[in-house]
């Protein structure tokens, strides 16, 4: 008897690929200046989401205070970054797509676990597993764990986690790197925004090795 197939399984970035954290974050970093008393461009800030936040962090403060500084941020991101997030246009209807198609959700994120989680908790977002902490080639871990033939990110760092996980990088073009830098980085598609994601989809549930090996084309 033949082995049942596995669901298929797609990883998906967060901020600003699932969800527009922008406001909380700028919120956030605004309500940490104040308190530190460094003057922190959170607008500049919110502009290039995806590192890690020790990165983002390093541009205002000295290495000796970051994990001090991580601390408080996460502590002040409790208080202000929730309410104010909304789901990316499309994502909402980008996992129903996926879970009505037989698959699974997985979102790897370079925010931590807990607050990845809360966010997805307060949007109503339904995700089948979610790891947190993970940027860049660190992402592969998650998608080889999780069996995942592609990962969905607005960044170039996605780009290069589904790379080297071996996967297909679909890129949206919804956060701070445009078109020709994804392309640049190596996506297989880029989407303009997650509303494109189910006619992606469609076609790779219809033709496997279009999830498999990633079809090169491009909404938009």
């Not at 370079?110 to 949007?123: C, I, M, S, V």
């Amino acid at each position: 008897m033949c082995a049942a197939a596995l669901p298929m399984t797609v990883g998906f970035d967060l901020d600003m690929t699932l969800i527009d954290s922008r406001p909380g974050i700028r919120a956030t970093y605004e309500a940490l200046a104040v308190e530190t008393g460094v003057a922190v461009d959170a607008e500049l800030a919110v502009s290039r989401l995806g590192p890690p936040l020790e990165h983002e962090l390093a541009h205002w403060f000295a290495a000796e205070h970051i994990p001090e500084m991580v601390v408080r941020y996460r502590a002040l991101y409790e208080v202000h970054a929730f309410r104010p997030t909304l789901p990316m246009p499309g994502a909402l209807a980008a996992l129903a797509a996926l879970r009505e198609a037989g698959g699974r959700s997985l979102v790897v994120t370079a925010k931590n676990e807990p607050h990845a989680r809360t966010h997805l908790e307060h949007l109503g977002m339904r995700a089948d597993a979610v790891a947190g902490s993970l940027w860049a080639e660190a992402k592969a871990e998650a998608l080889r764990e999780h069996g995942a033939t592609a990962l969905v990110g607005d960044h170039v760092g996605d780009v290069r986690g589904a790379r080297a996980a071996g996967v297909t990088a679909v890129a949206v073009a919804t956060g701070p790197c445009d078109e020709a830098e994804l392309r640049a980085a190596g996506a297989d598609v880029v989407l303009p925004d997650l509303h494109a994601f189910e006619a992606w989809l469609r076609e790779g549930v219809q033709d496997p090795r279009a999830v498999a090996d990633g079809p090169r084309v491009a909404t938009g």
